[in-house]
């Protein structure tokens, strides 16, 4: 088509503002996203898109339901549309003169209707178009094209503000925070929902509600009591007032309230709902929506009673805004008009029509009359201040009906001068640029990239010297050649082939559109190993519209792929052993499952843990037991295939994936193998080490058919291996699902066992074994379940230990047993108390110990009073807070019992470093006491070098008249067991008290 010179140079000076805009080739927006998907549901189409016509093509910014992100602009319907200055309407394209040959309509499947609103930006020219387009034929009503045209300003306003964003910097700062609020306006659209079964009280909500309380990942369980337990204290009853009044009748809720964050960070969120009733009137379902409105709550509260999908952001700018009757008198006028033309709302008013406009801009009567048409409208006008001084203005004005039923007229009023200073800046710096690329041009084609240029035949015409070193060839060698030759063979990034159909080349060739850049592997004729090139490639034609040549460039991007494979492999594979890691181990599960169900195959999972890995970490230290891990896992490979996965999930937890499975291959004999590779003997450091293993053994499909039942199940059966002596394996069996669950019950119980009185000590008095004197006595609870009965110390405190309901339970212990003591304090002074401390307990970071001592002082009891019964394993631990809080205790004069002695790791160290009072002999040598038993001697040299460090020593167990003498024979200072009185409940233990006599056990 043949133009007229005013013509050409109005087409190059659209371009030349498309260009100006910095949008062309940049990634698709959900900011325009909205509004197109908008336009598909205004018109009911399928599909919608934002185009953008440069010279050569048509590009889209976004795009609903069209598979392409760009097409010649030959081809484009929106080619016609921008020549238009109203919307282009297409009812049915095969049978218009101008499309009826177009290659998308006659194509199968080809488009029929089309409606397209030019996107006329500021500087008045036309850069693409916002159209809805469908496969059949159809109509568009008024309301559907003024509406479209609405959302096409819309599209104006974001193609501009992206522009104004890129030249933020040089803005004044009054400029720059404008834009930040206008930016921050669009980024607050994102809403949270959820739906609410009032029936279940489940609720099932987005990602972006949990994101509104402060969560990065989805909250299990959330019902309203979550939702209300959420909420600021001094919002919860008026929250809960609205949602009850919902709920009785109003059928929806509107609130803002405050929430605190799991930070600590305090946020504003806004929620409103409705309700639904089922056919009786009972409400049974709520809906609704959640929104962080912390930064926005003022402006959000002032817009409240918008309904406008496109108020907020109009009201929420710096605009001047006027309401005015439809002749041009000024109704109302905001602040923000006010400061900008230096009048108050009255002297606005009482300018009368056109007083605002200076009187020779002839584009006021264009844009009334536009408005007058088609109920709003938008342009430029010289405006004029209350001092004389003009400047020019974008207007924006709708024409609405007010409640009275007049038609009144809103204008938005907004100071461009700066702007366009802007733009004209801008002109002059892209002429200034477009010289300096002239002048550099020869330079680019010797930087990074390799540039070659094909003929339509793919023979190379053209390269450059970075070409020729990415393809391992010379300039020389590469000029003349086909681009499809065995020198090279071109791979996908995951190691396929790429067909030679697919080739950049050969892909603009046979679609005579450019290729998006994608990233190929190179395998040169002078080296081995890949060369990664990211790759893009764009056809050139002649003036006749035939393909002139194809252009490719591309850069080398092998470091960073190398890079990317580094990163992947860091992230799936555990740094210690190399083996996949607790992600890449999900994966592998379930891809293992998926196969199993489509071959009704067999998957089995073993979980395998170490037993009393942790004493070689504290006795060997870290360094040895990384060692010890590797090896560990080099053994168990050693037993699988390399078809099965084995993985570390973390510290000594190991996995293995077993598929495919036939009958000569038995998961026993496998598991057997594993545990007895581990057994054998570790060389580390120069010293032997022996470990054991314990394994959980779950099936698939039999023992559950999903990845986290069988997880569940594989550590059920590991933790009967673990309760059955370890060294061992057992397969998962439904009894083990009863006791897990047994297990998770009591665990539940335990939980209001204190709050309902079920626990009582018993009190096990403890004999001076010189002079019979009870004047000590050790503490030990009982749990009185209201269906089970007495449930045993080794049952429920393991259990208290894992959930936590041990810190809550020992410090009930404490008060008892403190109690006791001042009760008894006046009749026998210096009477003491033991009373176990777990070590959970002793390590849980808090000031329970503070506590303690406080209490003792509130009774008017000497730290002596109580004694603290700890493990020898405490001891080993190199933790400083367990360190403090014994001195803690010995500072206050509180006494400290190292239970079970014998039995453990202790050292003569140990003892002199943590101030030990009593060393208690463990009643398993007590037990076996006899004239010249080994036990004896040991028992001998216990009480001997206790008594060098200076601490007594109390036997337990003690249970006959002969293991009584044979202790006060080797000096044992005290003793308690059975012989003297089993544990019994506080009045028989007073009793016993009274009944006693100082010297019952003297000779």
């Given at each position: 088509?043949?133009?007229?010179?005013?013509?050409?140079?109005?087409?190059?000076?659209?371009?030349s503002?498309?260009?100006?805009?910095?949008?062309?080739?940049t990634?698709?927006d959900?900011?325009?996203d909205?509004?197109?998907?908008l336009?598909?549901?205004?018109?009911?189409?399928?599909?919608?898109?934002?185009?953008?016509?440069?010279?050569?093509?048509?590009?889209?910014?976004?795009?609903?339901?069209?598979?392409?992100?760009?097409?010649?602009?030959?081809?484009?319907?929106?080619?016609?549309?921008?020549?238009?200055?109203?919307?282009?309407v297409v009812?049915?394209?095969?049978?218009?003169?101008?499309?009826?040959?177009?290659?998308?309509?006659?194509?199968?499947?080809?488009?029929?209707a089309?409606?397209?609103?030019?996107l006329m930006?500021s500087?008045?020219?036309?850069?693409?178009?916002l159209?809805?387009?469908?496969r059949i034929?159809r109509?568009f009503?008024?309301?559907?094209?003024?509406?479209l045209?609405?959302?096409?300003?819309?599209?104006?306003?974001?193609?501009?503000?992206?522009?104004i964003?890129?030249?933020l910097?040089?803005?004044?700062?009054?400029?720059?925070?404008?834009?930040?609020?206008?930016?921050?306006?669009?980024?607050?659209?994102?809403?949270?929902?959820?739906n609410?079964?009032?029936?279940?009280?489940?609720?099932v909500?987005?990602?972006?509600?949990?994101?509104?309380?402060?969560?990065?990942?989805?909250?299990?369980?959330?019902?309203?009591?979550?939702?209300?337990?959420?909420v600021?204290?001094?919002d919860?009853?008026?929250?809960?007032?609205?949602?009850?009044?919902?709920?009785?009748?109003?059928?929806?809720?509107?609130v803002?309230?405050?929430?605190?964050w799991?930070?600590?960070?305090?946020?504003?969120?806004?929620s409103k709902?409705?309700?639904?009733?089922?056919?009786?009137g009972?409400?049974?379902?709520?809906?609704?929506?959640?929104a962080?409105?912390?930064?926005?709550?003022?402006?959000?509260?002032?817009?409240?009673?918008?309904n406008?999908?496109?108020?907020?952001?109009?009201e929420?700018s710096?605009s001047?805004?006027?309401q005015?009757?439809t002749d041009?008198?000024?109704?109302?006028?905001?602040p923000?008009?006010?400061?900008?033309?230096?009048?108050?709302?009255?002297?606005?008013?009482?300018?009368?029509?056109?007083?605002?406009?200076?009187?020779r801009?002839?584009?006021?009567?264009e844009?009334?009359?536009q408005?007058?048409?088609?109920?709003?409208?938008?342009?430029?006008?010289t405006?004029?201040?209350?001092?004389?001084?003009?400047?020019?203005?974008?207007?924006?004005?709708?024409?609405?009906?007010?409640?009275?039923?007049?038609?009144?007229a809103?204008?938005?009023?907004?100071?461009?001068?700066?702007?366009?200073?802007?733009?004209?800046?801008?002109r002059?710096q892209?002429e200034?640029?477009?010289?300096a690329?002239?002048?550099h041009?020869?330079?680019?084609h010797?930087?990074?990239?390799?540039?070659?240029?094909?003929?339509?035949?793919?023979?190379?015409l053209?390269?450059?010297?970075?070409?020729?070193?990415?393809?391992?060839?010379?300039?020389?060698?590469?000029?003349?050649?086909?681009?499809?030759?065995?020198?090279?063979?071109?791979?996908y990034?995951?190691?396929?082939?790429?067909?030679?159909?697919?080739?950049?080349?050969?892909?603009?060739?046979?679609?005579l559109?450019?290729?998006?850049?994608?990233?190929?592997?190179?395998?040169?004729p002078d080296?081995?190993?890949l060369?990664?090139?990211?790759g893009?490639?764009?056809?050139?034609?002649d003036s006749?519209?035939?393909?002139?040549q194809?252009?490719?460039?591309?850069?080398?991007?092998?470091?960073?792929?190398n890079?990317?494979?580094?990163?992947?492999?860091?992230?799936?594979?555990?740094?210690l052993?190399?083996?996949?890691?607790?992600?890449?181990?999900?994966?592998?599960?379930?891809?293992?499952l998926?196969?199993s169900?489509?071959?009704?195959?067999t998957?089995?999972?073993?979980?395998l843990?170490?037993?009393?890995?942790?004493?070689?970490?504290?006795?060997q230290?870290h360094?040895?037991?990384?060692?010890?891990?590797?090896?560990?896992?080099h053994?168990?490979?050693?037993?699988?295939?390399?078809?099965?996965?084995?993985?570390?999930?973390?510290g000594?937890?190991?996995?293995?994936?077993?598929?495919?499975?036939?009958?000569?291959?038995?998961?026993?004999?496998?598991?057997?193998k594993?545990?007895?590779?581990?057994s054998?003997?570790y060389?580390?450091a120069?010293?032997?080490?022996?470990?054991?293993?314990?394994?959980?053994i779950?099936?698939?499909?039999?023992?559950?058919?999903?990845?986290?039942?069988l997880?569940k199940?594989?550590?059920?059966?590991?933790?009967?291996?673990?309760?059955?002596?370890?060294?061992?394996f057992?397969?998962f069996?439904?009894s083990?699902?009863?006791?897990a669950?047994?297990?998770?019950?009591?665990?539940n119980?335990?939980r209001?066992?204190?709050?309902d009185?079920?626990?009582?000590?018993?009190?096990?008095?403890?004999?001076?074994?010189?002079?019979g004197?009870?004047?000590?006595?050790?503490?030990?609870?009982?749990?009185?379940?209201?269906?089970?009965?007495?449930?045993?110390?080794g049952?429920?405190?393991?259990l208290?230990?894992?959930?936590?309901?041990?810190?809550?339970?020992?410090?009930?212990?404490?008060h008892?047993a403190?109690?006791?003591v001042?009760?008894?304090?006046?009749?026998?002074?210096?009477?003491?108390?033991?009373?176990?401390?777990?070590?959970?307990?002793f390590r849980?970071?808090d000031?329970?110990h503070?506590?303690?001592?406080a209490?003792?002082?509130?009774?008017?009891?000497?730290?002596?009073?109580?004694?603290i019964?700890?493990?020898e394993?405490?001891?080993?631990?190199?933790?400083?807070?367990?360190?403090?809080?014994?001195?803690k205790?010995?500072?206050?004069?509180i006494?400290?019992?190292?239970?079970?002695?014998g039995?453990?790791?202790?050292?003569?160290?140990?003892?002199?470093?943590?101030?030990?009072?009593?060393?208690?002999?463990?009643?398993?040598?007590?037990?076996?006491?006899?004239?010249?038993?080994?036990?004896?001697?040991?028992?001998?040299?216990?009480?001997?070098?206790?008594h060098?460090?200076g601490l007594?020593?109390?036997?337990e167990?003690?249970?006959?008249q002969?293991q009584?003498?044979?202790?006060?024979?080797?000096?044992?200072d005290?003793?308690q067991?059975?012989?003297f009185?089993?544990?019994?409940?506080?009045?028989?233990?007073?009793?016993?008290?009274?009944?006693?006599?100082?010297?019952?056990?003297?000779?």
């Amino acid at each position: 088509m043949m133009h007229s010179t005013g013509q050409a140079q109005r087409e190059s000076e659209r371009v030349s503002a498309l260009r100006a805009l910095e949008i062309l080739d940049t990634a698709e927006d959900a900011a325009f996203d909205n509004l197109t998907q908008l336009a598909c549901a205004i018109c009911g189409t399928p599909t919608a898109l934002v185009s953008l016509v440069d010279s050569e093509r048509t590009w889209f910014k976004s795009r609903v339901g069209y598979p392409e992100a760009e097409t010649p602009r030959r081809d484009s319907f929106c080619n016609k549309a921008i020549e238009k200055s109203s919307p282009l309407v297409v009812e049915d394209a095969s049978v218009h003169p101008d499309f009826k040959d177009n290659v998308h309509v006659v194509a199968q499947g080809g488009l029929r209707a089309y409606a397209g609103i030019p996107l006329m930006t500021s500087s008045g020219f036309t850069v693409g178009v916002l159209c809805v387009l469908d496969r059949i034929p159809r109509s568009f009503t008024e309301l559907q094209i003024s509406s479209l045209a609405l959302a096409a300003k819309q599209v104006v306003v974001l193609l501009e503000q992206h522009k104004i964003k890129l030249r933020l910097t040089a803005l004044e700062r009054e400029s720059f925070e404008n834009e930040q609020r206008l930016n921050f306006a669009l980024d607050a659209a994102e809403i949270g929902d959820w739906n609410m079964d009032l029936r279940t009280n489940i609720a099932v909500r987005s990602l972006q509600h949990d994101r509104c309380f402060g969560y990065t990942d989805a909250v299990q369980d959330w019902g309203y009591d979550t939702f209300l337990g959420h909420v600021d204290e001094r919002d919860r009853d008026r929250v809960d007032a609205a949602f009850k009044a919902a709920m009785a009748g109003q059928g929806t809720y509107d609130v803002v309230f405050r929430v605190t964050w799991p930070d600590q960070t305090l946020h504003w969120l806004w929620s409103k709902g409705s309700f639904y009733f089922d056919d009786a009137g009972a409400p049974c379902r709520v809906a609704g929506i959640q929104a962080d409105v912390t930064a926005r709550i003022n402006s959000e509260r002032a817009l409240s009673a918008s309904n406008s999908r496109y108020q907020l952001l109009y009201e929420n700018s710096l605009s001047a805004i006027l309401q005015t009757a439809t002749d041009g008198q000024v109704l109302f006028a905001n602040p923000a008009a006010c400061k900008l033309f230096g009048m108050t709302e009255e002297q606005l008013r009482n300018l009368g029509r056109g007083g605002l406009v200076r009187n020779r801009d002839s584009r006021l009567a264009e844009l009334l009359n536009q408005r007058a048409q088609n109920g709003s409208t938008h342009g430029q006008l010289t405006m004029v201040k209350a001092d004389g001084s003009e400047f020019e203005a974008d207007i924006s004005s709708n024409i609405y009906t007010d409640k009275e039923g007049v038609e009144r007229a809103s204008v938005i009023v907004a100071d461009i001068s700066e702007k366009l200073q802007l733009l004209q800046f801008e002109r002059q710096q892209h002429e200034r640029l477009k010289a300096a690329e002239e002048h550099h041009r020869t330079l680019l084609h010797h930087l990074s990239s390799g540039i070659v240029v094909h003929a339509p035949d793919t023979r190379i015409l053209f390269s450059n010297v970075r070409a020729s070193e990415l393809l391992g060839l010379t300039v020389e060698q590469l000029n003349g050649k086909m681009a499809i030759d065995p020198d090279w063979q071109f791979v996908y990034e995951d190691g396929k082939s790429i067909p030679l159909a697919e080739y950049p080349v050969n892909k603009v060739i046979s679609t005579l559109a450019p290729m998006p850049e994608m990233i190929l592997g190179v395998r040169r004729p002078d080296r081995v190993d890949l060369v990664w090139l990211l790759g893009h490639a764009f056809p050139e034609f002649d003036s006749q519209g035939q393909l002139k040549q194809v252009i490719v460039n591309f850069h080398d991007v092998t470091q960073r792929k190398n890079a990317e494979t580094q990163t992947w492999t860091e992230a799936n594979f555990d740094h210690l052993t190399r083996l996949p890691n607790r992600r890449l181990f999900h994966d592998r599960l379930e891809q293992a499952l998926r196969q199993s169900q489509r071959d009704k195959s067999t998957t089995v999972l073993m979980f395998l843990d170490l037993d009393h890995f942790k004493d070689v970490n504290d006795s060997q230290g870290h360094d040895i037991g990384d060692k010890l891990l590797i090896e560990v896992a080099h053994r168990i490979k050693g037993c699988v295939r390399d078809s099965d996965t084995l993985a570390r999930l973390g510290g000594d937890e190991f996995t293995v994936i077993l598929t495919d499975l036939h009958g000569d291959r038995n998961v026993g004999q496998i598991a057997s193998k594993i545990i007895s590779a581990l057994s054998q003997p570790y060389l580390l450091a120069g010293q032997e080490t022996f470990m054991s293993a314990s394994i959980g053994i779950a099936i698939y499909p039999e023992d559950g058919d999903t990845s986290s039942d069988l997880l569940k199940h594989a550590d059920q059966a590991l933790y009967v291996a673990k309760n059955e002596g370890r060294s061992c394996f057992r397969f998962f069996t439904n009894s083990m699902q009863v006791s897990a669950v047994a297990r998770m019950q009591l665990t539940n119980d335990l939980r209001y066992a204190l709050r309902d009185k079920q626990f009582e000590l018993f009190y096990q008095p403890i004999i001076d074994l010189v002079t019979g004197h009870v004047g000590k006595a050790e503490a030990l609870i009982r749990w009185h379940h209201p269906k089970r009965g007495l449930v045993s110390p080794g049952v429920f405190i393991p259990l208290a230990e894992e959930s936590g309901a041990i810190h809550h339970i020992g410090d009930w212990v404490f008060h008892e047993a403190a109690r006791e003591v001042s009760r008894l304090a006046t009749a026998r002074p210096g009477f003491q108390i033991s009373i176990n401390k777990s070590p959970v307990q002793f390590r849980g970071e808090d000031d329970l110990h503070t506590r303690w001592i406080a209490h003792l002082n509130q009774l008017e009891l000497p730290g002596s009073s109580i004694v603290i019964e700890i493990t020898e394993g405490l001891l080993m631990e190199s933790n400083p807070v367990v360190s403090e809080r014994l001195l803690k205790f010995r500072d206050a004069g509180i006494q400290v019992a190292l239970d079970d002695f014998g039995t453990g790791y202790s050292s003569l160290a140990y003892l002199k470093k943590f101030d030990i009072d009593f060393l208690k002999i463990d009643q398993s040598f007590t037990r076996n006491l006899a004239p010249m038993a080994p036990d004896l001697a040991l028992c001998e040299a216990i009480v001997v070098m206790a008594h060098k460090l200076g601490l007594k020593v109390i036997a337990e167990g003690v249970e006959t008249q002969e293991q009584l003498d044979l202790l006060r024979q080797i000096g044992c200072d005290c003793g308690q067991g059975y012989f003297f009185a089993r544990p019994m409940p506080l009045p028989a233990f007073e009793k016993f008290l009274q009944d006693n006599a100082p010297t019952a056990f003297t000779h």
